[in-house]
């Protein structure tokens, strides 16, 4: 039996029951970004052949069947890591659409192309430098069409095929296939920004001297489509 409130007393509120907070446990909460970040590195140590999740699972301290809990098999985590990276590198990209005109964004795409690939060499070199078959979603396990032109493994790439059509349609660049000379320009971007991450020009100077050469080459390119 509820006591009678007293006149001019407002019964004071029940206090909710504190929720239980559940601690922040490694092995439960962080996880599956460990063992992503991991089979990317193992990866670029050992390759292929010695890739395995035992050792993925040895690095991040769990077991290797907790391993099983987050992905189904070694090409599911290393298409995880695949895609990691690539989520990394779009998010560079999608700063070129500050830029104004159709030519500045190309050119502030193949700029952020770089500051990805100096800023984040180990993603770059397994996303970009690794053998494709090895990395990449094996195509008996891709999702949809619709759902696999969204990843974005292929939508940076659209996002440069897209920047070179919108400098075709203003008449910056010459007309053509738009996807053909996207080809053109990231094999350009490519083999620069690999060869000064695999150390090969180091006779250029240092990072800043790097960048100059890069942005005079690709200017260079670009004058050399229109």
């Known amino acids: ?34 063992l ?22 040895r690095r991040v301290g769990v077991s290797p069947a907790a391993v099983y809990r987050h992905f189904d098999g070694k090409e599911a985590l290393t298409f995880a890591a695949c895609t990691q990276g690539f989520q990394v590198f779009s998010s560079y990209l999608v700063r070129a659409l500050a830029a104004h005109a159709p030519l500045e964004r190309a ?12 800023e984040n060499p180990l993603d770059y070199r397994f996303i970009f430098m690794s053998p494709s078959e090895q990395v990449h979603v094996p195509k008996e396990l891709r999702p949809v069409a619709s759902v696999e032109a969204m990843l974005p493994q292929y939508s940076t790439f659209q996002f440069l095929v ?58 260079r390119l670009f004058r050399g489509l229109a």
């Open 1 to 34: 039996m509820a006591s009678p409130s007293r006149p001019g007393l407002k019964p004071k509120p029940k206090k909710a029951p504190a929720r239980p907070t559940r601690p922040f446990v490694r092995g439960l909460d962080d996880t599956r970004a460990l």
């Open 36 to 57: 992503v970040t991991a089979a990317r590195d193992l990866f670029l140590e050992a390759g292929e052949p010695g890739f395995s999740l035992r050792e993925v699972a």
């Open 107 to 118: 050119l502030a795409a193949c700029e952020q192309y770089r500051a990805f690939g100096l």
């Open 162 to 219: 897209d920047r070179v059509r919108e400098c075709m349609d203003a008449g910056v660049i010459g007309r053509g296939d738009p996807e053909k000379t996207a080809v053109l320009v990231w094999a350009h971007l490519h083999g620069l920004v690999s060869l000064r991450i695999a150390g090969l020009l180091a006779a250029i100077g240092d990072d800043e001297a790097f960048a100059e050469i890069y942005r005079q080459s690709v200017a």
